[in-house]
């Protein structure tokens, strides 16, 4: 093997570990890579340094203890994902990273809802960038599981139309609790789930109780994103959310919570939710 081959060889390696570091969910560690990937010209044929230092930048603006330390980043990071765009190989890569870039584009609708009532110029400038330039993309990611995933989630909606409720749901983030609450003055558990399910043109009953009578019951090791999570204070179902996690990922929901209004919830960090955790519900037409 020649010298050039094997630098190219061990930078694909670094590269691929790059990837697999932002798939584990260790941005600060991608961010740090990333970044000395990009002051070294051996890695100027690759578009993935500028991109993973961008997108595991997006990972980390909701901690405010990483901003205080980056303040400049947004607007880095925002140049250095218009250079990606602008990039011959965009195309390609977005097809490949898809997934990725649907989630981000989640993440994004959180954060926004969250920092809606900013006035600080870098949030309002990240927020141009994201409703102007990265929202003008579709991110279509496809059904690629693997046979074992597919027999897991094979019925009910399928990942596009998941992914587009929960983006719905999101939405709403902030919205007040209001006991009986149907509609964005006010939701209460139930008329919040029943909400977002009309976005597809799916009628669920009025009442928890109700809508886990309705839906098909499944497995915790199945339920992810769309399906719906239920749990009771005593005799009966007293309360419903909509999971908004992967298969075989730490189950969190997005809710209509009386302390929150519209929030999200880790399930399995939560004595009260877990001390009350019922089981999980498919809506399957």
Known sequence: MGVVSFCLNAQNRKMD??????????????????????????????????YYRAMSSFHLINSSAW??????????????????????????LMKSHAVELADMELLFDVWLASNASSNKDNYKDMEDWIIDIYKSYEYDIKEDVTSVQSQMISE????????????????????????????????????FTRHVFQFQNIDLPR????????????????????????????????????????VNEPKIMIHSSSSKGISVADINESSYWGKRLVGFGRVVQ
Not at 162 to 167: E, G, M, S, T
């Open 207 to 246: 009442v928890s109780k109700d809508q886990y009578r309705y839906v098909k019951p499944i497995d915790g090791k199945r339920a992810y994103r769309g399906d719906l999570v239920f749990f009771s204070d005593g005799k009966e179902i007293s309360h419903v959310g909509i999971l908004v996690n992967e």
């Open 17 to 50: 570990r790059l990837e697999q570091y932002y798939d584990q969910g260790h941005y600060k560690m991608v961010y740090r890579k990333s970044v000395r990937m990009l002051s070294r010209r051996e890695y100027d044929y690759s578009i993935l340094p500028s």
């Open 67 to 92: 901003m205080r330390r980056h303040q400049l980043d947004l607007k880095e990071s925002i140049e250095l994902m218009n250079a990606v765009m602008k990039s011959p190989r965009w195309p390609n």
């Open 156 to 191: 009910g909606l399928n990942s596009k139309n998941r992914l587009d409720l929960i983006h719905y749901a999101y939405e709403f983030m902030g919205v007040p609790y209001k006991w009986g609450g149907i509609d964005e003055n006010g939701f209460d558990c139930s008329g």
